[in-house]
Nanobody, 123 residues
Framework: QVQLVESGGGLVQAGGSLRLSCAAS????????MGWYRQPPGKQRDLVAR???????NYADSAKGRFTVSRDNAKNTVYLQMNSLKPEDTGVYYC?????????????????WGQGTQVTVSS
């Protein structure tokens, strides 16, 4: 089985910074795309940023210029550095990974999600 575990959420004032981390573990052969999604209260989960194993990145318009996604392939870990935070950045942040793993002798490529970490930005 593959697990993704996030850390680094919390409460911060507007203009502050937070760094989220997400470590993937299990019978992992490789992680292709990893990224972060945000779900504000009462709203749908949307992409914030993602990064391929070659380092190509994509950002939501709201994240461009303020957030930076990075990864450590050797550790199967993805990070999200969030600067100049705004109250509208508040929500549960979910880590995502498209992972190739070995399960009972078979190769499986599937999507996995972390349990989510709360980020609250006060005005």
């Amino acid at each position: 089985q593959v697990q993704l575990v996030e850390s680094g959420g919390g409460l911060v004032q507007a203009g502050g910074s937070l760094r989220l981390s997400c470590a993937a573990s299990g019978s992992i052969i490789s992680t292709d795309v990893m990224g972060w999604y945000r779900q504000p209260p009462g709203k749908q989960r949307d992409l914030v940023a993602r990064i391929t194993n070659e380092g190509s990145t994509n950002y939501a318009d709201s994240a461009k210029g303020r957030f930076t996604v990075s990864r450590d392939n050797a550790k199967n870990t993805v990070y999200l550095q969030m600067n100049s935070l705004k109250p509208e950045d508040t929500g549960v942040y979910y880590c995502y990974g498209h992972v190739l793993s070995a399960i009972r002798g078979s190769l499986l490529r599937d999507d996995y999600w972390g349990q989510g970490t709360q980020v609250t930005v006060s005005s």
